[in-house]
């Protein structure tokens, strides 16, 4: 069974950075990930992902903002957010793709104007 704990969120102004951490048990160089925004009141929405071999793909609003990696040694994802907008409120998750997916309990970024 695979657990995901996610830290890093936290309140912020708009133009500040964070950098978010996924922590997963067990070993998941093998896998898909991928963090996800939800914003109060709307569905949960990708805002990137990495393959086990580091290729990366994002929303098109986090585009040159953010940054997704991995390190399979220490079984973490991160996510480097620069230039923060208030639009960017949300509960951030982070999600693995495996026989089942996963998700964290997920971590709560607030940026305020």
């Known amino acids: 069974q695979v657990q995901l704990v996610e830290s890093g969120g936290g309140l912020v102004q708009a133009g500040e950075s964070l950098t978010l951490s996924c922590a997963a048990s067990g070993r998941f160089s093998w896998y898909v990930m991928g963090w996800y925004r939800q914003a109060q009141g709307k569905q949960r929405d990708v805002v990137a992902t990495v393959t086990p071999g580091g290729t990366t793909n994002y929303a098109d609003s986090v585009k040159g903002r953010f940054t997704i990696s991995r390190d399979n040694t220490k079984n973490t994802m991160y996510l480097q957010m620069n230039s923060l907008k208030p639009e960017d409120t949300g509960v951030f998750y982070c999600?693995?793709?495996?026989?089942?997916?996963?998700w964290g309990q997920g971590t709560q970024v607030t940026v305020s104007s």
């Open positions: 999600y693995l793709r495996g026989a089942n997916d996963y």
